[in-house]
């Protein structure tokens, strides 16, 4: 995928902006969060944390890994990537995709659009950054027959204006945290 279409998505203006979101279990906070967004959903996963939202046909998920990241892991070498394309079964970050920055943390980003089921496509950005020494994956995903819709650029735009913070779980579920 073009590394224009990336840059493109990447600073598409925001129209309408939600509360500012705090999710403690992650360590994140989303600013730029879309007014039509569904309130934040967080659950513990097998090694981690995740968040999931959704605004019309698109959806935002960040996944963080309790397990730190290996001594020297880089996000920017492909033979770590490929272990994460595998681990995730995901897209193939090894040879696709540039190395970006998010919050000021050396990210790689991989956009990519291929065909789907009846005549649709199917829209991905997906980030990969090491955070004090914790992988995060970032994910935004639609499916459209009408071209690319306007809620995944939103919706990458609130993953681009992601913001770290230290974690902090407390005894609350963790979707009861999720709005702050």
């Known amino acids: 995928m073009p590394l224009a279409w990336l840059t493109v998505v990447m600073l598409v203006p925001l129209v309408s902006r939600a509360d500012e979101v705090d999710v403690p279990e992650l360590g994140v ?6 007014a039509e967004a569904a309130p934040p959903q967080v659950a513990p996963q097998p090694g981690g ?5 959704h605004a ?5 998920s960040i ?9 020297g892991s880089d996000v920017a070498d492909p ?3 490929m272990t994460l394309d595998r681990k995730f079964k995901t897209l193939e970050s090894k040879a696709e995709g540039a190395p970006t920055q998010l919050a000021e ?13 009846a005549g649709t496509t199917l829209y991905t950005c997906l980030t990969y950054v090491i955070v ?6 970032l994910t935004v995903t639609a499916e459209s027959a009408l071209g690319r819709p306007a809620d995944f650029d939103s919706l990458v735009v609130a993953m681009s204006g992601v913001k770290f913070e230290p974690v902090r779980r407390t005894g609350l579920p ?3 945290a999720a709005r702050g």
Do not use: F, K
């Not at 944390?49 to 939202?53: F, K, R, S, W």
């Not at 019309?56 to 935002?60: K, N, Q, R, T, Y």
């Open 29 to 34: 906070r989303l600013s730029a969060l879309p």
């Open 49 to 53: 944390y995740e968040l999931t939202t």
């Open 56 to 60: 019309g046909v698109a959806a935002l």
């Open 63 to 71: 996944y963080r890994e309790d397990t730190p990241a290996p001594e």
């Open 79 to 81: 033979r770590y990537r």
């Open 105 to 117: 943390h050396s990210a790689w980003t991989i956009v990519d659009a291929h065909a789907g089921a």
């Open 132 to 137: 004090d020494q914790h992988l995060y994956r």
């Open 174 to 176: 963790a979707s009861a």
